[in-house]
């Protein structure tokens, strides 16, 4: 199995990942980019809302390859299909769910933290989370702020990334990732008495979990599913042994690509009822599953569950490739195939997204970095309504107008 993998990850060399995060879809730019960014001349278009394209200097950290070219459209964009949620913080990675007939978003909270850019992302220093709700879609947004706090937790050394929440017998569970105190990133639970917190912290991480980007999926019959993983700064691909191991260990292309984990929640919700089992995605037109140099439909981060008319629907980001991509299973754990894309690059490198019904209506929470005009660890949570086709399959959105 071993000599099937790969420690250094083909062109990986060629410059530091986190560090162009905000080249997609610009970096500022105002041309989609769907691949590589390219070598910028240093002064590109920003699209502003509601605006014409306007030229500005590109902020200095991204500038080795902040301008997007996506090789197929390759056309401006003028226009953001939605606004911001909130304003006043810089906000990313918005779980959405409906609590007690009121919506909540549990968001990453961006802040500019002054480290600097590298390939691990450092520069994604969060130190905190916020809570938002709203009564219903496009209605006032509160920012019921800090829920908690790193300095509230234990175990955490750094960088709060990507939550999740879920609630269960009235109370509610916050999963966050964070860097330990030895820089491994691992998955926490913190426990309130209402959607907003504030959140307590448990001491430890949950046995048994690590890399980032936790997701929270109950199912019509009670049991609730954790979902995880991201590769790359999320480090997934230490933990291909099962335990973490301080190298990155890659699959050759031809091998099958890295998979976010699932495992069933114990009923205290803050345990894991089993060892966490691999995500299989399958290709839709041979069932093979998906390999390693299929980076435009394999999984990076940012898993979400949902389920519509008794199918399972688990969402996901495809990282360098920036789509979200969906797949289809008959069961929570998968197997899932592949069926096509949900939402295009956004402005900004990261794309992570989340789905809920709302009074009988579907919608996509995600994130660009409009607000920033494109530094790609400063961005903000918006909302877009969602579309089945009959067959089940999802209309893909697009989040700018051109
Ligand atoms: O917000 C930090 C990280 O960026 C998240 O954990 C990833 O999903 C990406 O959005």
């Known amino acids: 199995m071993r000599d099937k993998w790969t420690s250094v990850k083909p062109g990986m060399g060629l410059g530091p990942r986190f560090a162009r995060r905000g080249a997609q879809r610009g970096g500022g730019a105002a041309i989609l980019s769907a691949r590589r960014p390219l070598s910028s001349p240093g002064r590109v278009a920003v699209p502003l809302a509601l605006a014409a394209l306007v030229v500005v200097p590109l902020p200095g950290s991204f500038s080795d390859g902040a301008i997007g070219m996506d090789r197929q459209r390759s056309q401006p964009v003028s226009k953001f299909l939605n606004e911001p949620l909130i304003t006043g913080i810089y906000t990313a990675d918005p779980s ?13 909270h961006d802040i500019d933290a002054g480290v600097k850019p590298d390939d691990l992302g450092s ?15 496009g209605g006032k947004v509160t920012d ?4 908690l706090d ?27 990732p964070a860097k330990d105190k030895s820089d491994v990133f691992r998955i926490g639970v913190a426990v309130a008495g209402a959607p907003q917190g504030p959140f307590k912290a448990q001491p430890a991480p949950i046995d048994g979990t690590y890399s980032i980007d936790p997701c929270v999926f109950r199912d019509s019959d009670g049991r609730s599913y954790i979902y995880f ?10 933990w291909s042994t099962g335990s973490y191991v301080a190298k990155d260990v890659y699959p050759a292309d031809d091998q099958p690509a890295i998979r976010a984990r699932v495992a069933r929640l114990g009923d205290d919700m803050m345990s894991l009822a089993e060892s966490a089992r691999e995500v299989v995605l399958l290709d839709e037109g041979g069932g093979k599953p998906l390999l390693a140099r299929d980076n435009g439909r394999r999984f990076f981060e940012a898993s979400w569950l949902h389920k519509y008319n008794g199918t399972y629907y688990f969402s996901y980001s495809t990282g360098d490739t920036h789509f979200i991509m969906y797949a289809t299973g ?15 690059p956004v402005l900004g490198w990261t794309n992570h997204h989340s789905i809920v019904e709302v009074q009988g209506r579907w919608y996509l929470f995600y994130h660009d970095a409009q607000l920033s005009k494109g ?10 309504e969602l579309k089945y086709r009959p067959d089940g399959s999802i209309e893909t959105v697009d989040a700018y107008r051109e």
Do not use: C
């Open 96 to 108: 959405a769910h409906v609590f007690n007939r009121r919506i909540f978003v549990y968001p990453s």
């Open 123 to 137: 520069h994604f220093a969060m130190r905190d989370y916020h809570v938002l709700s709203m009564d219903r879609i």
């Open 144 to 147: 019921h702020g800090i829920a």
């Open 150 to 176: 790193i300095k509230d937790v234990a175990w955490a050394g750094r960088q709060m990334w990507a939550p999740d929440a879920a609630e269960k017998g009235g109370r509610y569970y916050l999963y966050f």
């Open 229 to 238: 993983g991201g590769i790359w700064g999320g480090q997934l691909q230490r």
């Open 330 to 344: 008959k069961s929570p754990y998968g197997p899932f195939t592949v069926r096509g894309r949900i939402l295009e």
């Open 375 to 384: 530094q790609t660890h400063l961005r903000n949570v918006k909302v877009t």
